[in-house]
């Protein structure tokens, strides 16, 4: 069974930098399209970022030029690299996993990242 935990949430400060991790129990984890998804106080989930099975990665407008995917497949892990910060940013930050070829969405638990002015 798919599982996915998110980790690196926290407290920073506007300008600020978070590295958030989503460690994958999975079973070809080359095979799955990964993605983050953000959703900030009151309002509706949205995404953030997404890094394909070969690579390709792709990014909200909100967060293109600050926010990196990236994934290590030795470690079935995917990352994402938060800079320039800014208290909009402020959100329950979700891992998204999607095997190739299948409209399957599998989620995390949800890391909290709280950026204050």
């Known amino acids: 069974q798919v599982q996915l935990v998110e980790s690196g949430g926290g407290l920073v400060q506007a300008g600020g930098s978070l590295r958030l991790s989503c460690a994958a129990s999975?079973?070809?984890?080359?095979?799955?399209?990964m993605a983050w998804f953000r959703q900030p106080p009151g309002k509706e989930r949205e995404f953030v970022a997404q890094i394909t099975s070969t690579g390709y990665t792709y990014y909200a407008t909100s967060v293109k030029g600050r926010f990196t995917i990236s994934r290590d497949n030795a470690k079935n892990t995917v990352y994402l690299q938060m800079n320039s910060l800014k208290p909009e940013d402020t959100a329950v930050y979700l891992c998204?996993?999607?095997?190739?070829?299948?409209?399957?969405?599998?989620w995390g638990q949800g890391t909290q990242v709280t950026v204050s002015s």
């Open positions: 999975v079973r070809t984890f080359r095979t799955y399209n």
């Open positions: 998204n996993a999607v095997p190739i070829s299948t409209t399957i969405d599998y």
